[in-house]
């Protein structure tokens, strides 16, 4: 069965400095991956998705992520990060050859933006 | 309205309560799924539809009880519920299972 790994559960960084979220997950022939945010008191939000094509994917909010399939990697990445970034990150897979297989969502990975 | 919204977004009941939450999707999506958020806890998904049919049920307590009367609407009712069931519940649809979910902004329960 397909897993995700978030690496990190919490990730402090200064304000305008580079971040980067890890995810793993378990191999598989062909997946499609996500990244979501969710902000306090709110549902989650969708970041960027990988289904095909580049492996570079870029998404809302200047974050983008590279799928690496022989590392089984998809890590979320911004060059400079805001206060307002503040927020906890979840990584997601599916697997689209799976009969009735939903989204496989990671543990989260909490990012706290410091001034 | 757009997208997937959730009432009420907070709820306090005692244990002994009869509530129901709602959730209702405008992106005519055909699944749709409950899901408990509990502090410092992975997302949990708890039930599945998809065409309106129930496809999965994971292991949930039977005092959790859903309902989908159409492929826009969604709900979940509650019944002698515990302190251990406080927690956020999403909402969330997708054209298909494997698919991208949207999801609601929850409701924040809290069983006394």
């Known amino acids: 069965a397909q897993s995700v790994t978030q690496l990190d559960s919490q990730v402090p960084v200064f304000e305008e400095a580079p971040v980067e979220l890890r995810c793993n997950y378990s191999s598989s022939v062909s997946v499609y991956l996500f990244w979501y945010v969710q902000y306090p008191n709110q549902g989650l939000q969708l970041l960027l998705k990988?289904?095909?094509?580049?492996?570079l994917v870029k998404g809302i909010n200047g974050f983008e992520a590279e799928f690496n399939k022989s590392q089984t990697s998809f890590h979320l990445r911004k060059p400079s990060v805001h206060i307002s970034d503040t927020a906890e990150y979840f990584c997601a897979v599916s697997d689209p050859y799976n009969q009735g297989v939903k989204l496989i969502f990671g543990q989260g990975t909490e990012l706290s933006v410091k001034p | 309205e757009t997208g997937v919204t959730q009432t009420p977004r907070h709820l306090v009941m005692g244990m002994t309560n009869k509530k129901s939450l709602k959730c209702e999707q405008h992106?005519?999506?055909?699944?749709m799924y409950w899901y408990k958020q509990s502090a410092k806890k992975p997302l949990e998904l708890m039930f599945v539809?998809?065409?309106?049919?129930?496809?999965e049920n994971n292991s949930v307590p039977s005092r959790f009880s859903p309902e989908c009367p159409n492929s826009s609407h969604l709900f979940l009712h509650l019944h002698t519920l515990q302190p251990e069931d406080s927690a956020l519940y999403l909402c969330a649809s997708s054209q298909e299972p494997e698919r991208e979910q949207f999801f609601g902004p929850g409701t924040r329960l809290t069983v006394l």
């Open positions: 992106l005519g999506h055909n699944a």
């Open positions: 990988y289904l095909s094509g580049s492996t």
């Open positions: 539809y998809s065409l309106e049919e129930r496809v």
